[in-house]
Structures are given as C-alpha cells and as structure tokens.
C-alpha cells in the first residue's frame, strides 16, 4: 500500500477503537533507510487524530526478528480473528516464511515489529505466558 492508504487505513481503526473508549492507538513504523521518511510522513499525517506513531530501527535480519513471534505463534499464543477479510493472506504468508529472502514477507515484518515492540513495553509488568489477539487493517 501507499503511505496514504495505510494512514487511512489508521484512521478507520483509530475511530473504530475511539468508539470502544480506547483512547489512544499506537503504530510502529520501520525508520531506517528509505523508510525513514515514510516514518516521517506517517507521524506527521497521524498525529492530530490521537495515535502515536513508533519508530522501529530493525538491526538483525529479518529471520532472527520473527524468531519470538515465531516462538508464539507456534505455542498458540498469537490468535487471529475467526473471520477477518486477511486472514487467508496472514496464513498463507506464516506459513510459507523461510526468511531466506522470502518474496512475500510484509505481513512477517508486521508481526514481528508489532510483536518485538509491543512486549518491550509491556515485558516488565506482565509475568507468565503472553498472548495477543491481531486486529488487521483491513
């Protein structure tokens, strides 16, 4: 996609959790290379509308960067929706990914920053086994 496209694709879900009461969403965008200025572009788009927009400075290759969210995933401990229009596509990428200069590997990198970024914050409060439940863009 686009850099517009994924901003409005924030946007939907910002306001789809703004009307749960969540109040504030979070996004992590690689900010290296010719990504640094995607990232860039992104925060500023995003932040007038409450979501806060991560850097991801990525510094392993992208095998040794899925291996927790591998580890989860295959100890049940990532959940996909029942139904979601990108499920089939999730499934399909996980379960094709070598990363061995995988065609197809967006959606790994996606799980990965999400994954690596997110139990970074959450590691020191939470204890025992962790899960997430993956709510996609669309």
């Not at 925060?43 to 991801?56: D, G, N, S």
């Not at 596509?89 to 920053?113: C, M, W, Y």
Request: with cysteine; proline share 7%.
């Amino acid at each position: 996609k686009e850099t517009p496209d994924v901003v409005e694709a924030v946007v939907e879900m910002r306001n789809k959790w703004a009307a749960r009461g969540v109040p504030a969403i979070k996004v992590v965008v690689e900010a290296i290379g010719g990504f640094k200025g995607t990232y860039q572009t992104i925060r500023k788009m995003l932040a007038p509308r409450r979501v806060e927009v991560v850097p991801c400075f990525p510094a392993t290759d992208k095998k040794t960067r899925a291996t927790p969210v591998a580890s989860a995933w295959n100890t049940g401990r990532v959940h996909l929706p029942s139904v979601a229009a990108w499920r089939d596509k999730v499934l399909r990428e996980v379960g094709l990914f070598t990363g061995q200069d995988d065609p197809n590997d967006d959606i790994i990198d996606a799980l990965s920053h999400g994954w690596n970024t997110l139990w970074k914050h959450v590691a020191q409060l939470v204890r025992g086994p962790r899960k997430v439940l993956l709510h996609g863009l669309g």
